[in-house]
């Protein structure tokens, strides 16, 4: 045995700085490793999966080194390059290393001492083979339908009991919390072959002669499996038991006796939960038209160059196929790919296209596959064999930028201006598109940030000449920019034309579309029914008990809902303030756009695309299949039906609110607004024919709807850029938002005053605040936020650090310790 006395420094997947020293066991000397997962104690009983980042021989001076309860893997779950990664994303986002780490790894990797486990579903009872310690264990499940880690301790009276849970697990005697919550069971397939005593043509022979008098299904069985293993043909392929019935009708009781006769035999093998597809195209079959050519050739004369490009193509423009051409450079160089999407109801469309000419080499990784898919994908990542790896080409929202890539050679930041790239709550508020050119430094791989509307911020790089600006101006197969028409509604609302929330103008536009059996998209930025409950007599709302805002109406369970704590109640038949009965519906959202749609048009199949619709795993994927499919005559949206979607059908688009939206109290609303009503204008006339846009609004002369109609991006942005220098706001500065959050007004007033006075002292003017924000209260905690402008500069880190020391320097006063400081770096 070695009797070496080592030490790991690890991390754990929590809120706290830095790493911690544990001491290794003599007999677990020979498995530790850097990048295994470990078992630690941390605090009086808790116990978590560690990642071991150093391994030393140096004990610590001021404190009793715990051991390190036992090594998890056979071999490292990530990679040095990772870990680099996720110290700039804690440094740059001013978060703990450990909440990184948290986001990154997969649920399947972390085991605490909450976890709870419960006994298998499919464990048959057999006890015989069971150890003393894991029978207590069965025993106690018994009882106890389950148990934490700290109840089992207590049961077999140690502490190291995860090698015992690993080998209940691993003997299908257990199963997580988790798991039984995503009924996950390992996918098999169940396969057949020729016993031992048929493997040659001469005991084949007379047994077909003998089945031929009375058994001819069972013939028939035979014939097709020899014609799907190739028997006799030098190699036997395995054959799944389901293929047989594509050849044979009905062979489910001639296997079996087959098998009871020892000429076949059956046997399971697990497969993949992840689909996979065979390629059908080749990707030297894509025509470029003359334009993106001439936009490839620029985007790889700017890899080459600057390493990073902005591919500014119109809606519509051929983006994809030239990602296709790009994707297929880097793999034959035996590169990874990561393909971003800012949205997981765009991978259903994408992943179809790239699947045609990348096969199985395609994988997909994101928050609707359960814990044990993703954990899936992220071993074919980390394998170092890539050439051989199943997945080179990983698709994937923000959190695919953590996986533990080892050659990646391209990035693709697809609709790169979306705000779904950033991460809002819970830490690290990292924004992905950001992120993913500082890991692509790291590889020396090369970024394609592609938009039909880029960000201020990546359009004034490029301008600069940071990155390189590649631009593409012309639809594919010359398809014309939409007609994009306005309707007043204004006018028709004091003209008495309007009709519920649709004006005359788009009405006739829907009739025409529909007539032509055309397709109909309509984009409304709020889901539910209706705003908010006003009482006619008093004014009263219905507001939520634990956050400052009114709640919203869901017709689907008639409740009054909140979106940000979940809070509801039923709809109050009078009013609470008054007492009055004439409570009256004021402002709409998708739901209720749905179900005005289907009294304007009760034979029109109408169908809403929000979160409330598309929660399950295939939401997405079924709504966008039945409208390209032509099932669906009119689709109701949020957000989620603007971002690159492809459809052939669309004739008419309706913007149902263009003020909501342009109106909003913030410095991005021009361009955010501007991205919105372009993006969504770009699902009309994509194929064959100009589609049409009508934009509904009380303000049709408004300079960002007039840059709209021209498709006008660079209007947009010089105005837009001139305001920003003017005010010191990004590109030219950078945000730090500080919110402090307390369930004690009064205190929180007190303690936002301090922090600014103490930033003030360092920062001067540049500090703005505090201020309450537009919703004041979430879930019980009032909130005040501070603004920081920060110069881009190289002092930057250090203005970061100085922000982080002052907020400890607050936390040091004893009254404002339990006033909780928010970061948000570059907020968006």
Known sequence: ??????????????????????????????????????????????????????????????????????????????????????????????????????????????????????????????????????????????????????????????KKVIPIIKSLYEKGVVSLEEEIKDRYKPKTETYIRLSRDYKNDDQLQPLFTELEKRAFRQVEVLMAYISLSGFGQGSEKPVKQAAISSKVKSPTAAISSLVKKGVLETYQTEVSRLEGAEATDEVENIELSPDQLNALSQINTGLSDKKVVLFHGVTSSGKTEIYIKLIEKAISLGKQVLYLLPEIALTTQIINRLRKYFGEKVGVYHSKYNQNERLEIWQHVLSESVTSSKYQIILGPRSALFLPFSKLGLIIVDEEHDYSYKQYDPAPRY????????????????????????????????????????????????????????????????????????????????NEALENKEQVILFQNRRGYSLRLECDTCNWMPECKNCDVTLIYHKHNNQLKCHYCGYSRRVPERCDACGGTHLKMKGFGTEKLEDDLAILYPDARIKRMDLDTTRSKFAYQHIINDFENRRIDILVGTQMVTKGLDFDNVSIVGIMNADSMICFPDFRSYERSYQLMAQVSGRAGRKNKRGKVIIQAYNPYHSVIRDVIANDYQSMYSSQILERRNFNYPPFYRLVYVSLKHKDARLLNEGARELAIILRDQFGNRILGPEYPLIAKIKNLYIKRILIKLERDDQLLNNKKSIADLIDKFHSQAIYRNIRAVIDVDPV
């Open 431 to 510: 924004h992905a598109r950001d992120g993913a050119i500082y890991l692509a430094s790291m590889h020396n791989a090369n970024v394609v940030l592609g938009s039909a509307t880029p960000s201020m911020e990546s359009y004034f790089n490029a301008k600069t000449s940071k990155y390189t600006l590649v631009e593409l101006n012309s639809r594919f197969g010359d398809v014309q920019m939409p007609e994009i028409l306005v309707a007043d509604i204004k006018r028709e609302t004091r003209e008495k034309t309007m009709r519920s929330h649709f004006s005359g103008f788009l009405i006739d536009h829907i």
């Open 1 to 158: 045995m070695d009797r070496t006395t080592l030490f790991v420094d690890v991390l754990l997947p929590l809120p706290v700085a830095g790493t911690f020293t544990y001491r290794v066991p003599y007999d677990l000397n020979p498995s530790v490793e850097k990048w295994k997962r470990v078992v630690v104690q941390f605090g009086k009983k808790k116990v978590y999966t560690a990642i071991v980042v150093n391994i030393h021989s140096t004990p610590p001076k001021n404190f009793q080194v715990k051991y390190i309860l036992s090594v998890i893997d056979a071999a490292p779950v990530m990679n040095e390059i990772q870990f680099t990664f996720w110290k700039w994303i804690s440094s740059y986002y001013m978060s703990e290393i450990g909440e990184v780490m948290n986001a990154a790894i997969p649920s399947a990797l972390k085991l605490a001492s909450e976890t709870q486990i419960r006994l298998n579903p499919d464990f048959d009872g057999n006890v015989d083979i069971l150890p003393e310690k894991e029978f207590l264990i069965v025993e106690a499940l018994d009882i106890q339908q389950k148990l934490t880690l700290t109840e089992i301790e207590n049961i077999v009276e140690q």
